[in-house]
């Protein structure tokens, strides 16, 4: 099994940027793919960012593309904010998939992923 523990969340302006991330432990070398959601007060959680545990393949939501970056180093994935907007304020969750599929498109079904985090709660002021 891996485990994911989530930091990097705060209070922020509109404009700021923000770096959050994820670190994985435990089975790693079983994961294929990691993810960032979001779940913002009366919403369902909602797809941000994945990227193949092995490669650099990734991809966004379109609310975000431009704006936000997901990268590893090790065992540690990043979310990387830019441009923040007050639409962004959510908890944000990492996750952890063993699930291999052929696409990155797999990966924007919160179902496709066994391990999350606790979330890390991000708030955006404009």
């Known amino acids: 099994q891996v485990h994911v523990v989530e930091s990097g969340g705060k209070s922020v302006q509109a404009g700021d940027s923000l770096r959050l991330s994820c670190v994985a432990s435990g089975r790693t070398y079983t994961t294929n793919a990691m993810a960032w959601f979001r779940q913002a007060p009366g919403n369902q959680r909602e797809f941000v960012a994945s990227?193949?545990?092995?490669?650099?393949t990734t991809d966004y939501a379109d609310s975000v593309k431009g704006r936000f970056t997901i990268s590893r180093t090790g065992d540690t994935v990043s979310l990387q904010m830019n441009s923040l907007k007050p639409e962004d304020t959510a908890i944000y969750y990492c996750?952890?998939?063993?699930?291999?599929?052929?696409?990155?498109?797999?990966?924007?079904?919160?179902?496709?992923?066994?391990?999350w985090g606790q979330g890390t709660q991000v708030t955006v002021s404009s």
């Open positions: 996750a952890a998939s063993t699930l291999l599929y052929p696409s990155t498109n797999y990966y924007r079904s919160s179902q496709k992923f066994e391990s």
């Open positions: 990227m193949r545990w092995r490669g650099t």
